[in-house]
Nanobody, 128 residues
Framework: QLQVVESGGGLVQPGGSLRLSCAAS????????IGWFRQAPGKEREGVSCISRSRSETNTAYSDSVKGRFTISRDNAKNTVYLQMDKLKPEDTAVYYC???????????????????WGKGTLVTVSS
C-alpha cells in the first residue's frame, strides 16, 4: 500500500520542541517533494513547510508564521522527512499532515492542491 504516515505529535508546553516524522511506505520519497501542512479547529488547512525532491541541491520553504522556529529535513536512507519544531506557541496547536507530490521541479510549494499522497495527521497541542 502506497502511503505516508505521520508521527511525533503530542502535548508540549509553550517554548518547547517536538520533532514530527513523515515516513513513506510502498514508494521512495527521493522523487517527491514533501510538504507539511496543519489545520487548526475552525480554520483552513495551511502550508507550513516543504522540501524539494532529492537532488544535489535541496530547496526548502517556510510560512512566515514558522520561519526561524521550524526546520524541515529529509533522510533518504530512512525514506523519511522530519519537521523539527522549536519555540512552540499555543497558536501552533493543530493537526499536522504531510503530503507527497511527484515532481520534476527543483522547488517545493506550500499549496494544498495536487498532492499525490496525504497522511492522516498527527495532533500537536501547545499548552501549559
Amino acid at each position: 500500500q502506497l502511503q505516508v504516515v505521520e508521527s511525533g505529535g503530542g502535548l508540549v508546553q509553550p517554548g518547547g520542541s517536538l520533532r514530527l516524522s513523515c515516513a513513506a511506505s510502498g514508494f521512495t520519497l527521493d522523487y517527491y517533494a514533501i510538504g507539511w501542512f496543519r489545520q487548526a479547529p475552525g480554520k483552513e488547512r495551511e502550508g507550513v513547510s516543504c522540501i524539494s525532491r532529492s537532488r544535489s541541491e535541496t530547496n526548502t520553504a517556510y510560512s512566515d508564521s514558522v520561519k526561524g522556529r521550524f526546520t524541515i529535513s529529509r533522510d533518504n536512507a530512512k525514506n523519511t522527512v522530519y519537521l523539527q519544531m522549536d519555540k512552540l506557541k499555543p497558536e501552533d496547536t493543530a493537526v499536522y499532515y504531510c503530503a507527497a507530490e511527484f515532481t520534476y521541479a527543483d522547488k517545493c510549494r506550500l499549496e494544498t492542491y495536487g498532492m499525490d499522497y496525504w497522511g492522516k495527521g498527527t495532533l500537536v497541542t501547545v499548552s501549559s
